[in-house]
């Protein structure tokens, strides 16, 4: 069974991500709480997490030009999170 990719994405203040998948199913996530490390340490702050968008793969990434690596979450670990 192939798993739903992310086919849009729009996030909003509160490290919430509204998401939309392939198969239709629809939800908001929020993700402060998995903001550790140096991956994600860009996305704290909150004008970088809102650049969220959606990679050729159907992953959510955001794009910082000013960072050596582009933070992504897998669309398969959004969408066990929306239940």
Known sequence: MTLPKV????????????????DGKTGEVCIAESL?????E???KP???????????GAVYWPLPECNH???YAPDALYRMLG
């Open 7 to 22: 086919s849009t994405v729009i996030a909003k203040p509160g490290y919430i991500l509204v998401l939309k998948f392939t």
């Open 42 to 44: 860009p996305l704290r």
């Open 47 to 57: 004008e970088n997490f809102l650049l969220a968008a959606v990679d050729d793969f």
């Open 70 to 72: 582009t933070p992504d």
């Open 36 to 40: 550790h490390g140096p991956l994600f």
